[in-house]
């Protein structure tokens, strides 16, 4: 049996700290967030990445993980001995353990709450994955959107901005109801 070439690219992201390791291979159906060392204890793959004493997150989307390193490692330092790290890692299979949600979820909720999750899943997290990170929907009350920023949108100095002038603006376009949107801290 022919086996296929492990490609990694990277990319930057509006986040300094954090850097996007595309693989021309699906990895994980969803999303998987490791923020911390003790939560990638399910992850062997995640688990592995925090043995390096630089990283300092891991996030695993479709065909890219996403690593947040330390505030004082250079990426100059360190991209190839990641590159290299992740290229290993799929090619000898260590699993990736993600936490199980669906990837056409079943909304739940009112008319508006179900159509900001709708909005959300649709339009937002789309583009907030190709900036290596995830958005997650939490509640809505009162006219207030809450949702979660995962990967490289935790911690990202422009998160602020795109969730005020972008996904907020989009939010109060196609729901009217909606006068803010704030982000919970994982």
């Known amino acids: ?10 990319e930057g992201t509006p986040n300094p700290a954090t850097m996007k390791f595309l693989v021309n291979k699906l990895l994980i159906n969803g999303s998987a967030d490791f923020p911390t060392k003790a939560s990638a204890e399910s992850s062997p793959f995640a688990k592995e990445l925090f043995k390096f004493n630089f990283v300092n997150g ?4 479709s065909n890219f993980v996403t690593i947040t390193k330390t505030e004082d490692t250079d990426w100059a330092d360190v991209e190839q ?3 290299e790290f992740v290229k290993g890692a799929i090619e000898s299979e260590i699993a990736i353990k993600e936490t199980p949600h669906e990837e056409h979820p079943a909304f739940e909720g009112t008319e508006a709450e179900v ?13 907030v994955e190709q900036d290596g990170g995830a958005i997650h929907y939490k509640s809505y009350k009162d006219g207030v959107v809450t949702v979660e920023l995962r990967g490289s949108c935790s911690g990202c100095p422009s998160s602020t901005i795109t969730l005020k002038s972008g996904i907020q603006n989009l939010l109060q376009r196609m729901v009217p109801e909606v006068t803010d949107v704030v ?4």
Not at 117 to 126: A, C, G, T
């Open 115 to 127: 159509k900001i999750q709708q909005i959300l899943h649709d339009y937002v997290r789309p583009a």
């Open 81 to 83: 001995i990641l590159k």
């Open 58 to 61: 891991v996030f695993f989307a």
């Open 1 to 10: 049996m022919a086996t296929s070439t492990i490609n990694i690219y990277t």
């Open 183 to 186: 982000a919970e801290a994982m």
